[in-house]
């Protein structure tokens, strides 16, 4: 079983195109988190959600609790941008989730000049 | 302000070697996880910690053991490694759930292969 699922796997976009990856999560959770890993780079934490929505320069994160899922959004593409994204929840610990967090597989993303 | 650190950051053993990696963060976090990234796959979880002293099993736990004897580092090590083991590794850190809902920090990740 996967308690996260992303989508799509792979991803690819021409420079300036609006970019959605999409994340669907079967456990409750405290909270989810968007996650970038570069070719051969380390993991940055990009966004932490609870509710509603963020927004960091072009990236835009949005969660709905009462679906149980979560979008990504790149406005205006950039190569730079090319990466790996994984979408990760965090049990409550009341439903004996424990504080462990759960990963999706992730969405390689290619964005092409 | 380093973050969270892994050492080493490359390594290739041979089969039925040991090594340990290290994971030292400087953020005064009291948990502190490992985890493996395959092909594929998510990042599993492999033992946590959440504190000095204690540790836990995660979901593929088989093979390795760890230690928190500081608050600050997790030590994950590998008695006798198997091609099996060939992956990369990344730790986290964060604080725990009485100070509220927060981040995880990763490291950089080792990448270990075992020929």
């Known amino acids: 079983k996967n308690e996260v699922e992303q989508s799509p796997q792979n991803l690819t976009a021409q420079e300036g195109e609006f970019i959605t990856i999409n994340c669907s999560y079967s456990?409750?959770?405290?909270?989810l988190h968007w996650l970038q890993q570069h070719p051969g780079g380390g993991i940055v934490s990009l966004f932490m959600?609870?509710?509603g929505k963020k927004k960091h320069g072009r990236l835009i994160a949005t969660i709905n609790i009462q679906e149980k899922h979560s979008s990504l959004h790149i406005t205006a593409s950039h190569p730079r941008d090319s990466a790996v994204y994984i979408c990760a929840v965090r049990g409550k610990p009341l439903q004996n989730t424990g504080n462990q967090f759960y990963f999706g597989t992730g969405t390689s993303l290619t964005v092409i000049p | 302000n380093a973050g969270v650190t892994q050492t080493p950051k490359f390594r290739v053993l041979k089969t039925g070697q040991s090594m340990t990696l290290l994971c030292a963060q400087d953020?005064?976090?009291?948990?502190m996880y490992w985890y493996r990234q395959d092909p594929g796959m998510g990042l599993r979880l492999i033992h946590y910690?959440?504190?000095?002293?204690?540790?836990a099993k995660g979901e593929v736990p088989d093979g390795y053991n760890v230690s928190r004897l500081k608050k600050q580092n997790f030590l994950l090590g590998l008695e006798s490694a198997a091609p099996s083991q060939t992956s990369v590794y990344f730790c986290a850190s964060s604080y725990s759930w009485v100070r509220g809902v927060t981040e995880a920090f990763f490291g950089q990740g080792t990448r270990l292969t075992v020929v």
């Open positions: 910690s959440v504190g000095e002293g204690t540790t």
């Open positions: 953020m005064n976090h009291e948990y």
């Open positions: 959600l609870s509710s």
């Open positions: 456990v409750g959770i405290s909270a």
